[in-house]
């Protein structure tokens, strides 16, 4: 399954910092506007205890996590809905995501320049999301002109998609997000809507989450009670946004060490002090925004996290290993994963009655063990 999340904002907030810390990769990180021009693609390891206790009872050769693919996005600006600043491209990489995490810098720091020339993270967020909202009401207003010659035709389903448009119309220059369209539940359980609004490929649809950038040992606005991230907290809470605290920096300088040494070295970042990077929280927390959940396989050979949508049937689920095991699917033997630790493997798990088989109807659920039959 290949799902990713594209980590957009404007420049010098921290995006390619977040991403080479997220990755253990390098891309450009300078200190200048539109360092990143073309998107460079990442796959994260989601960290999982589960995981290592499978492979550990089942004494594996091989541990292999579940993914999660993130892409680092140049920096927009404002204007960019009219292409300034390369706006155009970057919006269309935006486009091909299917979530996004919006990077907002919450420190200050005289020596990292700020493109607005000041630091206000609500202000960033306005910016970045109607720059987005923008190029969805170009889209939209580019649809209503299409779709007019078969309304006049007198075309039943043209007429419906005409109200449609125009109710994402009227929110969009509400300077709204077109996500918002789904609080109207009739419309959130239109089956032919939904699918009408996936073809749009309006990007304000997409799953948001932000993530404010802090920087170990400078002013963070969260440390001092500063007015500008109170307003930002309630901003949050009155639109129901998602958002999680993080130190891409810390993270991105510890990306070569491991275990203790690394513990060790973020002692020394922080001075003593306690520098939580939260990027782990960052990957859990983005793997749900994209409605993930992880199910195993264990064995001698390998444990492995395989990635499925949650709500999936067994058969869908299995897809991720391979095609051939959806498509030839007979039934599949599941047991959850706190029951095979709790018993030290499928003998005790048998014994209890707590390993099943499962057919084509079953609705994997995060955390199952499946072996599939085919």
């Not at 680092?72 to 300034?84: M, N, Q, R, T, W």
């Not at 002692?267 to 959940?293: F, P, R, T």
């Not at 099943?356 to 085919?374: A, H, L, N, S």
């Amino acid at each position: 399954m290949s799902l990713s999340i594209g980590i957009v904002g404007l420049p010098n907030v921290g995006k390619s910092t977040l991403f080479n810390a997220l990755t253990k990769n390098s891309v450009p990180a300078e200190n200048y506007p539109f360092c990143t021009i073309d998107p460079s693609v990442g796959i994260v390891e989601v960290e999982d205890n589960r995981l290592y206790q499978l492979s550990k009872m089942s004494n594996s050769k091989k541990t292999i996590p579940a993914i999660v693919e993130f892409v680092d996005i140049a920096g927009l600006v404002k204007g960019a809905s009219e292409g300034a600043g390369l706006g155009n491209k970057f919006l269309q990489h935006i486009r091909d995501t299917d979530a996004i995490l919006e990077v907002v810098r919450l420190f200050e720091d005289d020596k990292q320049i700020h493109v607005e020339n000041r630091i206000d993270p609500l202000s960033d967020i306005q910016i970045i999301n109607m720059e987005l909202i923008l190029a969805d009401l170009a889209t939209v207003s580019k649809r209503l002109e299409t779709i007019e010659k078969e309304v006049k035709k007198g075309d039943k389903e043209a007429i419906k998609f005409k109200d449609l448009l125009l109710k994402l119309k009227n929110i969009l220059e509400s300077e709204k997000l077109a996500r918002s369209i789904l609080l109207e539940e009739n419309l959130a359980k239109d089956e032919e809507f939904l699918k009408f609004l996936k073809e749009l490929h309006l990007i304000t649809m997409k799953p948001i989450m932000y993530a404010l950038n802090k920087k170990c040992g400078a002013k963070n606005l969260d440390e001092v009670s500063d007015e500008r991230y109170i307003k930002l907290l309630n901003y949050f809470k009155e639109n129901d946004f998602n958002y999680c605290l993080i130190d891409a920096k810390v993270e991105d300088d510890l990306k070569d060490f491991e275990g203790e040494e690394k513990s060790v070295m973020r002692q020394e970042i922080s001075g003593g002090g306690v520098c939580d990077d939260g990027i782990h929280n960052l990957i859990a927390e983005s793997y749900k925004m994209l409605g993930l959940e992880t199910y195993f396989t264990t064995g001698e050979d390998e444990t492995r996290g395989w990635t499925f949508k949650k709500g999936s049937t067994a058969p869908v689920a299995a897809a991720a290993i391979h095609t051939d095991f959806q498509n030839k699917f007979i039934r599949a033997e599941v047991v959850a994963s706190r029951d095979l630790l709790e018993f030290n493997g499928y003998k005790m798990a048998r014994e209890k009655g707590l390993v099943r088989t499962e057919g084509k109807e079953y609705i994997v659920k995060d955390g199952d063990v499946i072996e599939f039959r085919i």
